[in-house]
C-alpha cells in the first residue's frame, strides 16, 4: 500500500514538472514545450521593416520567442538571401510572406494569421523558381499550417504592394459626378483611384496589370472599351503610357485625370467621350516606374532635379532600355527591298541588365494590336517623334525620319495644335525654342539616344508612338495641377482621336477565313503593318492616294487604289480578299524568313508578373555533389542547418 502510495506520488510530480526549457530551433521541431504570454512590439528585424504593419508578437507561429533567436534562426536567413538564390524573382514577395510568419501582424497582443489564398498563388507561382534551384518549399511557408482563411480574420502580407494600404480617402458622397481631385498621387492611392473610376464605370471600364516592378509594384492600367477585356474586331487599340521617368510626374496625374474624366462624361452621355470609347479601345498606363516616383516624392513637389527617381530601382533608365532597332533599320534602308518593320530583337540585347518594367512592355505590346500610343513626359515643352537615334552615331543632333515622316509629323501636330501653349506663339515661355517649328520636332534633331520606347514600337510592332514632354516642371506644385490638366485635356482627345485616321479592314482567303500576320504594304513606304489575329488591320496615314497591297505566304499578292479625303475623320474600310498562289515566291520567302521573331526569344517565356530568372542557376548541383550549390549561405548556423530545404531524393 505505501510502495502503491509512493510510485503515485512521483507519477504526480512529474506530471507537474516543468518542460524542458527549448533551445534555439527544437521548438519548431516540437521536441519541447514552452509557454509565454504573447505581447506586441515594435518590429525590429532589419529584413521585415517594410511590411504593412509597424507592430509584431513575440513568440511568433514558429514559438520563436525573441529577436535574437528569429535572426541567428535558418528561417530567417533564408527570407534575407532568397532575392539573390532566385535571382530577384518572386521577390519582395516571398520575404514579405516570411516575414508574416516570423514577424506576425499584432494587434491588442494578438497574432494575426497571413490569408491562406495569398500563400497558395505565390507558391503556384514561384515553386518552378526553387526547382530551379533544387530547393525545396521551405516549411514555414506552408499555406495549410501557419496561414488562415479570409472568414477567420486574416491580412494580406503582399497588401503594400498591391496598392491596397495607405488607400485615399473618402471623399464627401454629394460631390458632382464629374468632380476629380486635383492633387498628387502616391502609387496606393493611384490604385485605389483607378479601381474606384472602373468600378463606377464597370461596363466600360477594368483595371489589369501589365506586370511588376522591380521592387514588387503591380504596373497597373486602366482600360475603356465596350467590352472590357477584349479585342474587338476591327476596333482600334490606343495607349497612353505615363511616369516612365520617375520624376517626370504630370504624365502619371494626368492619366489618372483622364481616366476619371472618361467615365464621368460617359455616363453624363458627352456626346464627344461616347463616340471615342464605343469606337476604340483605350488603355492608360499611368505610372511605368513606380519604384523611382517614390524616390522622387520624398524630395517633394516643386523639386525639379533631373536624377533623383528618373531611373528605376536598378538604376536603369527605361528610355534607353529597350532594343535598339533604329542601328538595324539604318542597315536595311539601304537593301533594295528590305522591309523597316516588324525587325526581331537580337540575341546580344539579352546579354545585358533588362529591366522587368521594360518586358512587361515588350510583352504588352506582343499581346494586344496596338495602333497608336504616346508617352507623356516632363522638363519642356514639346511633341516629338520618331527616329530618337540619329543616323550618324556621331552626330548628336540630326534630322532622321522614318519613312513615315508625314504620318509622325500629322500625329505630333494633332497633339501640339490643340494644346493652348504648345500653340501659342511666343517665344518667351516654357517650349519657346519650338515655336517656328510648330511645337513638334524630330527625336534625333532634338538629341539623339538608342534604346528608346517609341523606335521601338515603330520597328517592332504595328504600333506609332510619339512622345510628349508636357511642361518644363518635372513635379509642379499641387495648386499647378488644374492648369496642367485644362491645356492638356483637349490635346489628349484630340491625340486619342487621331487613332481612327488612314484605312482598316480585313484579310480573309476566299472562304472568309481571317489570315493573320498578312502585310499590308504602301508603295512607297517602306514600312508595313500586319494583321492581327482576327485578320484585321489598320494603316495610319494622311490624306492622299496610295497604291495599297496585302500579301501572306502562300497567297497572291492583291493591290488597290485608295484616296483618303481631306476632310476625312475615320478611317476608311479597305478589305483583301487572298487568293492561293501557284507557286510560292522565293522573295517572299526569303522575307518571311528574315522579319520573323528569333527562336531564342526569352520574350515568350517571360512572366511579367515576377522578375525574369537566367535559364539555368549559376554553379546548379550535379548529380554527385551532397549538396546544393546555395548550401554554403547557410555555412554559419552550425547545428541548426536548415536540412527542410534538401529536396528528398
Known sequence: MVLRLLLLLAGLLRATKPAPRCDTGQETLGQCQSVQKAKCVDIALSSCTDVAYTQMVYPNFLDQK???????????????????????????????????????????????????????????NCLPAFDAIDMAWPYFLDCDRFFAGEEEGCFNPLAKLRGEV??????????????????????????????????????????????????????????????????????????????????????????????????????????????????????????????GYELAAEEGAGYNGWVIGRQTAQNLDLNRNFPDLTSEAYRRAGIRGARLDHIPIPQSYWWGKVAPET?????????????????????????????DYSRHPMEEKMFSPTPDEKVFKMLAKAYADAHPVISDRSELRCGGNFVKRGGIINGAEWYSFTGGMADFNYLHTNCFE?????????????????????????????????????IKGIVSDKFGNPIKNARISVRGIQHDVTTAADGDYWRLLPPGTYIISAQAPGYSRVMKRVTIPTRMKQAGRVDFVLRPAEAWPNKLLRRSMEDSYDPYDPLELFDPHAQQRQPEARGGSSPGREKPWWWSYFSSLDLHKPLWLLKQR
Open 66 to 124: 525573441s529577436r535574437e533567436v528569429i535572426e541567428y534562426s535558418s528561417e530567417y536567413l533564408l527570407i534575407s538571401v532568397l532575392h539573390n538564390l532566385l535571382q530577384g524573382e518572386c521577390n519582395p514577395d516571398l520575404r514579405l510572406l516570411g516575414c508574416s510568419v516570423l514577424a506576425p501582424q499584432c494587434e491588442k497582443d494578438k497574432a494575426i494569421k497571413p490569408c491562406r489564398h495569398v500563400c497558395e498563388n505565390l507558391k503556384k
Open 166 to 291: 495607405d488607400a485615399e480617402e473618402d471623399l464627401p458622397s454629394d460631390l458632382p459626378a464629374t468632380f476629380i481631385q486635383f492633387k498628387h498621387h502616391s502609387y496606393s492611392q493611384m490604385v485605389s483611384t483607378l479601381k474606384k473610376t472602373a468600378s463606377k464605370c464597370s461596363h466600360i471600364a477594368t483595371t489589369y496589370s501589365i506586370g511588376r516592378s522591380f521592387e514588387g509594384k503591380d504596373l497597373f492600367v486602366i482600360e475603356f472599351s465596350t467590352k472590357p477585356g477584349h479585342h474587338e474586331l476591327l476596333k482600334p487599340e490606343f495607349k497612353y503610357i505615363g511616369n516612365m521617368h520617375g520624376n517626370e510626374v504630370v504624365g502619371k496625374e494626368l492619366l489618372i485625370y483622364l481616366a476619371q474624366y472618361l467615365c464621368s462624361e460617359y455616363l453624363l452621355g458627352n456626346p464627344r467621350i461616347q463616340t471615342l470609347i464605343n469606337n476604340t479601345r483605350i488603355h492608360l498606363l499611368p505610372s511605368l516606374n513606380p519604384d
Open 359 to 387: 518586358k512587361a512592355v515588350m510583352k504588352w505590346l506582343r499581346s494586344i494590336p496596338f495602333v497608336l500610343s504616346a508617352s507623356l513626359h516632363g522638363g519642356e515643352l514639346v511633341v516629338t517623334y520618331p527616329y
Open 466 to 502: 510619339v512622345t510628349v514632354e508636357v511642361g518644363c516642371e518635372k513635379f509642379p506644385l499641387e495648386e499647378e495641377l488644374f492648369t496642367i490638366w485644362h491645356e492638356n485635356k483637349g490635346a489628349l482627345l484630340n491625340y486619342m482621336e487621331m487613332v481612327h485616321r488612314g
